[in-house]
T-cell receptor
Framework: AQKITQTQPGMFVQEKEAVTLDCTYD???????LFWYKQPSSGEMIFLIY??????QNATEGRYSLNFQKARKSANLVISASQLGDSAMYFC?????????????FGSGTQLTVLP | NAGVTQTPKFQVLKTGQSMTLQCAQD?????MSWYRQDPGMGLRLIHY???????DQGEVPNGYNVSRSTTEDFPLRLLSAAPSQTSVYFC????????????????FGPGTRLTVL
């Protein structure tokens, strides 16, 4: 079974509007972390936001917020007031804490295009 | 503070050739990893290391070797390149602490685009 599922291969949003990118995850580990990364066309992977499984509040980082619904196993990324520079591929990833390795499992990504 | 650096940025190999992709980090991170990124498949873990002298296999280790003689460096070796290894390769490192708001956040290098003919 897929550990991280991103069901939106592509999304379009008008500049200055908000957009939600979906991510669902599958784990039986009680302790885990969820991450969102941005990959612009230049190719680098940029860390955006992190949510721990025991965090009581949704994470926020500037215009990015993570809508964490633990019972539904979803960790959607919300980008407020979209900008042209937000056009990129976005990856959701999970770290499970049961082992010694702090490795990430990635989803297949969502290509976001911001329209002027 | 350069973060995670990778060399080369681009490489073309012929089938059967070997080469080493270099990765270095200056953040004193204990955890380092190698991923490959193929179109439509996200990133997949090749090998990882939890500290100097300790390495382990990830999801797609076949055809690759790693070693970790120092905390800073984590080279990836392609033993005998095959066209199926054409991909973009990312090295990453992460904070090794047990607490904090960014436990496990991985910081990525700029990537190496490899083509095997």
């Amino acid at each position: 079974a897929q550990k991280i599922t991103q069901t939106q291969p592509g999304m379009f949003v008008q500049e200055k509007e908000a957009v939600t990118l979906d991510c669902t995850y599958d784990t039986s580990d009680p302790s885990y972390g969820l991450f969102w990364y941005k990959q612009p066309s230049s190719g680098e992977m940029i860390f955006l936001i992190y949510q721990g499984s025991y965090d009581q509040q949704n994470a926020t980082e500037g215009r990015y917020s993570l809508n964490f619904q633990k019972a539904r196993k979803s960790a959607n990324l919300v980008i407020s007031a979209s900008q042209l520079g937000d056009s990129a591929m976005y990856f959701c990833a999970m770290r499970e804490d049961s082992g010694s390795a702090r490795q990430l499992t990635f989803g297949s990504g969502t290509q976001l295009t911001v329209l002027p | 503070n350069a973060g995670v650096t990778q060399t080369p940025k681009f490489q073309v190999l012929k089938t059967g050739q070997s080469m080493t992709l270099q990765c270095a980090q200056d953040m004193n991170h204990e955890y380092m990893s190698w991923y490959r990124q193929d179109p439509g498949m996200g990133l997949r873990l090749i090998h990882y290391s939890v500290g100097a002298g300790i390495t382990d296999q990830g999801e797609v280790p076949n055809g690759y070797n790693v070693s970790r003689s120092t905390t800073e460096d984590f080279p990836l070796r392609l033993l005998s390149a095959a066209p199926s290894q054409t991909s973009v390769y990312f090295c990453a490192s992460s904070y090794s602490g047990l607490a904090g708001p960014r436990v496990g956040t991985q910081y990525f290098g700029p990537g190496t685009r490899l083509t095997v003919l």
